[in-house]
């Protein structure tokens, strides 16, 4: 999900999740669909085309659950993966932090905090890493 979500609202994430999951449970059963099967399941996502392209390319390189990469650098190898994307799978994961989840809302918020200035997320990450010690790079 959280490629799909990329440019997209969560309200359109929770509303096809539970039907995209029913057809693909696992990373099995997408390893073997092609991206047009996505389709029907994730047309409201922004970019759909693309981004059934890269899912369907993630799941037959990984294969299995237990397959995924967990390192920052494995991660943002995946097609359509950066580092916010990474940053989210590993905490979901529960593996230590390496980065903080930075989004359009991370980029303002920091900004008006004055803990980082621009609007390159990656930028931005890089300078909130410095200024606030790891044990607060997790935020609820």
């Known amino acids: 999900m959280v490629v799909l979500s990329a440019q997209t609202t969560d309200n359109i994430i929770n509303q096809i999740a539970e039907k ?11 390893s073997n669909a092609t991206p047009e099967a996505l389709y029907p399941y994730i047309s409201k996502v922004r970019n759909f085309r693309n981004k059934a392209n ?10 299995d659950e237990s397959n995924i ?3 920052m650098a494995e991660l943002v190898e995946l097609p359509g993966l950066g580092r916010k994307s990474a940053n989210v799978i590993k ?10 989840v930075v989004d359009l809302h991370g980029v303002r918020v920091a ?4 803990i980082a200035t621009g609007d390159d997320p ?7 890493m410095e200024t606030l ?3 607060e790079w997790e935020v609820a």
């Open 133 to 135: 010690p790891q044990k």
């Open 20 to 30: 995209l999951f029913e057809a693909f449970p696992d990373m099995h059963t997408l």
């Open 111 to 114: 900004s008006r905090v004055g």
């Open 122 to 128: 990656t930028k931005i990450e890089r300078q909130i």
């Open 91 to 100: 905490r979901f994961a529960g593996s230590p932090s390496k980065g903080v």
């Open 69 to 71: 990469p967990l390192k």
């Open 54 to 63: 890269w899912l369907t390319k993630i799941a037959s390189s990984i294969k």
